[in-house]
């Protein structure tokens, strides 16, 4: 919610006017947010009587029931707009399908739209009220860990455009965010560690405790879902807490202050100087966190290169990186690549490159002054270092699959529908050529609906 304060004053030759806007929202934790025990969510609606939900496919598919007893609980009407979104349907194609969920719904101003999922749904969706009407509200239920820690406290929305991430997009906060970690449980263990780079992000900058609990925990947190899972123990659990709870404070003390981004030297903005680009290069896109684990891994072998981490350090959050199955290059990341997103991101930073990058850990310096010459030469370094990693520093699971898009097809398993074993319309959705070939099982648009989405959401 914002309050506005201007003035206007009358000049010699015209009039100068200066505005103020104060940007309030909050953050609530909630385990168990559909739990009618809990009426904090129906007390947003109220008012309303009724809600507009944009969910993501496979949430709804594992709570949808449970949401939708939650809303007959408190005797408020639910629509569902239910929506597949990869990196490459985070586009204007699926932003318009949302919009158009808004008009058939009769969203009116001041109602807010309720956005249930991971971060991709989370900006688009966002994005999508930021225009409607001008200013429609919205409030977030992140449901996975990237939606958890890092969508959910910025007020940037955003899709992707001419194969740069968040290209077109707006700043536009949401009347409220409810944190439930609970929802860790049921997330595949390759997106929590998609998550959990993040985590690395904003510690390795800013706040070497948590940055220490991370490598104590590592396998632990990943393997437990940040101790949610049922066999989690309680040391592990307490560290996960202590882990969220002061990440997502740190990156909001961070980000308050240049909430518009008036600011460019930006220490949350670790490992998304290059990544912009080079996460979306190949034909299916790496994972969020896997991209920007790139950034920072090739990041921090630039300032050891440029004297600003030390060896040991270097090799610290290196390791922890391999550890937690993260990726640290892979082979279309060369000079060609870094050539092009450094241009992108010159423009980007208003000329200067503004590389964050830790020194030591847990604080944080921008590299501008860096040569193409010196970029390249790192580069090579960074790749002979890789051999020394599993993999050659590539990750486990990098890529874009089903659980970025929703896990089951007509409630099957995709893997069923890849071999061609599901036919049949897409149930509820609006046909379309590529909904067609998923629906017959041809193998081919099935994996380009997992890869890039599905633009044409549907409601119940």
Same mark, same amino acid.
């Given at each position: ?12 030759? +015209? ?65 569902? #707009?239910?929506?597949? *979104? ?11 399908? *949302? ?17 249930? +999922? ?27 860990? $990237? ?7 910025? $007020? ?20 409220? !965010? ?9 997330? %595949? ?9 993040? =985590? ?42 202590? *882990? ?27 490992? #998304?100087?290059?990544?912009? =680009? #080079? ?21 921090? !072998? ?5 004297? =600003? ?20 290059? #892979? ?39 860096? !040569? ?14 890789? &051999?020394?990693? %599993? ?33 049949? &319309?897409?149930?509820?959705?609006? !046909? ?14 099935? &994996? ?13």
């Amino acid at each position: 919610m914002s309050d506005l304060k201007a003035s206007v004053v009358e000049t010699q030759n +015209g009039f100068h006017v200066e505005g103020y806007e104060k940007i309030e929202y909050d953050f609530t934790f909630l385990d168990g947010v559909f739990n009618p025990q809990n009426k904090q969510l129906a007390d947003c609606y109220q008012r309303w009587g009724r809600a507009l939900a944009v969910m993501d496919l496979n949430i709804y598919n594992l709570y949808g029931e449970q949401m939708e007893r939650y809303f007959d609980h408190y005797n408020l009407e639910l629509k569902i #707009h239910k929506t597949m *979104i990869g990196e490459k349907a985070k586009s204007i194609d699926t932003f318009l399908s *949302i919009v158009d969920s808004m008009t058939d719904f009769g969203i009116i101003r001041k109602e807010p739209v309720l956005v249930v +999922g991971g971060g991709l749904v989370t900006d688009v969706a966002g994005f999508a009220c930021a225009p409607y009407r001008r200013n429609t509200n919205f409030i977030r239920i992140p449901t996975t860990v $990237i939606g958890l820690i890092d969508a959910s406290v910025s $007020i940037k929305v955003a899709v992707n455009y001419g194969n740069y991430k968040n290209r077109l997009g707006a700043y536009h906060a949401p009347m409220h !965010t409810f944190l439930d970690f609970t929802f860790l449980r049921t997330l %595949p263990e390759s997106q929590v560690r998609n998550g959990f780079a993040e =985590l690395i992000k904003i510690s390795s900058c800013a706040h070497l405790r948590t940055f220490d609990l991370l490598d104590q925990y590592c396998e632990k947190l990943i393997q437990t879902k940040f101790g949610r899972s049922d066999d989690a123990d309680g040391a592990v659990r307490k560290a996960a807490d202590e *882990i969220n709870r002061s990440g997502i404070y740190e990156m909001l003390k961070l980000e308050t202050p240049n909430l518009h981004e008036i600011g460019l030297d930006r220490v949350i903005a670790y490992g #998304h100087t290059w990544n912009p =680009l #080079h996460g979306l290069t190949p034909d299916v896109p790496l994972r969020h966190g896997h991209a920007i684990s790139i950034d920072m891994a090739y990041s921090a !072998t630039l300032a050891n290169s440029c004297k =600003l981490m030390s060896d040991e350090e270097h090799h610290r959050i290196l390791k922890l990186f391999s550890r937690a199955g993260l990726s640290m290059d #892979h082979e279309l990341f060369n000079e060609e690549i870094l050539a092009k997103a450094t241009a992108a991101i010159l423009k980007t930073r208003d000329g200067k490159l503004r590389a964050a990058v830790p020194n030591p850990l847990g604080s944080c310096v921008f590299l501008n002054d860096v !040569t193409a010459d010196e970029m390249n030469a790192a580069l090579r370094q960074h790749k002979e270092i890789m &051999k020394q990693y %599993p993999r050659n520093g590539e990750g486990l699971d990098a890529f874009v699959d089903a659980s970025d898009t929703g896990y089951t097809l007509n409630d099957k398993p995709v893997e069923q529908t890849m071999n061609g074993k599901v036919n049949g &319309k897409l149930n509820g959705t609006k !046909t379309d050529d590529a909904a067609h070939r998923v629906a017959n099982g041809v193998p081919n648009g099935l &994996k380009e609906v997992l890869a890039n989405g599905y633009e044409n959401g549907y409601k119940n």
